[in-house]
């Protein structure tokens, strides 16, 4: 997953001048708290360096799961149903959700971002002038007190923030973002078991209030996954050489593990099985870990006797869509 050309050139500028010495300091002060999920009322981006830091170590990384959560939420979208051409983003720091979604949707038109942190913000609003989304707004303040005082959007995101948050703030925000999209809400968290554990709290909620979940889920009842197993997936991403020297790592490219949940107004037109792991494939064969619109999980081994099934089970990848 690349960055858009526009973006890598707009972080460029950035960070030019900024030693990477500097930046890879506060990266590390930065990801230990992102890993304890540290929730001392204190901003995770509180400074100017805390700000370059998170642009040149994660962005790329997020932008490549809101991006790759929204191709697969694409996928699932009835043809018909229009492109959101209004976002509101929550919790928006430099401005990543706005880049997926005008690369994803290129009729996007208006964006709101509220955003908490005032060295994150600005710098967003200097990315933001190349992203080719012609209105523009920015709102101070956390995303609770916010949200309420923000006009319906025809898409609204919150992205790696509600590991930020205490249970109770996170129950009210999502009932507050489901009331402020026209039809679509989109959620990202890190892909571990306590970042699916919020994704499927949200899940319960906005079942509860009539909403349909329309991606990763083929369908609405229990999550069928038990024990030590967990629903995420993976986007690998280039790593630029800022990226490389501020984070001190060795390999070109960076697998970042996501989960996230799609909902929306109206029903998906039709549901297909979800691949939940790394196709496994063999001289002939392919297995398959499957999440089926009936509610189960399973494993699926499709051979060369399966004819055009296999043939596109061979062609899909981690967290695809399916029909089978």
Not at 198 to 203: H, K, P, S, T, V
Request: glycine share 8%; charged share 25%; with cysteine.
């Amino acid at each position: 997953m690349e960055l858009p050309a526009s973006l890598r050139a707009a972080l460029d500028t950035v960070l030019d001048g900024h030693a990477v010495a500097g930046i890879a300091a506060a990266g590390s002060r930065l990801s230990a708290r992102y890993r304890a999920e540290v929730l001392d009322g204190r901003l995770h981006l509180d400074t100017d360096e805390a700000a370059r830091a998170y642009v040149a170590t994660r962005l790329p990384a997020t932008y490549a799961a809101i991006r790759r959560a929204m191709d697969m939420l694409q996928e699932t979208m009835d043809p018909l149903t229009p492109a959101p051409e209004t976002l509101l983003d929550v919790g928006a720091g430099p401005g990543t959700a706005l880049w997926a979604a005008a690369d994803t949707w290129p009729e996007l038109g208006a964006a709101t971002m509220v955003e908490a942190s005032d060295p994150i913000r600005r710098v967003g609003q200097l990315l933001a002038e190349a992203s080719g989304v012609p209105h523009r707004r920015w709102l101070d303040g956390r995303a609770g007190d916010l949200v309420d005082k923000a006009e319906l959007a025809d898409l609204v995101t919150l992205a790696y923030v509600l590991d930020e948050l205490r249970e109770g703030e996170r129950d009210q925000l999502v009932d507050a973002l489901w009331r402020k999209a026209r039809h679509l809400l989109l959620i990202v968290e890190p892909g571990t078991p306590a970042g699916w554990r919020r994704i499927l709290a949200a899940r319960r909620r906005l079942l509860a209030q009539g909403a349909n979940i329309v991606a990763p889920c083929p369908h609405s009842q229990t999550c069928p996954l038990v024990g030590q197993d967990w629903c995420h997936f993976a986007v690998r991403l280039p790593r630029s050489r800022i990226h490389r020297l501020a984070k001190g790592a060795d390999a070109p490219f960076e697998d970042e593990k996501f989960i996230f949940l799609a909902a929306a107004r109206a029903p998906a037109p039709t549901a297909a099985a979800r691949i939940l792991a790394p196709p496994q494939q063999g001289s002939g064969k392919v297995r398959l870990k499957l999440c089926r619109p009936d509610g189960r999980a399973d494993d699926v081994l499709m051979t060369r006797r399966d004819g055009d099934a296999f043939k596109a089970a061979r062609r899909a990848f981690w967290g695809d869509a399916l029909q089978t």
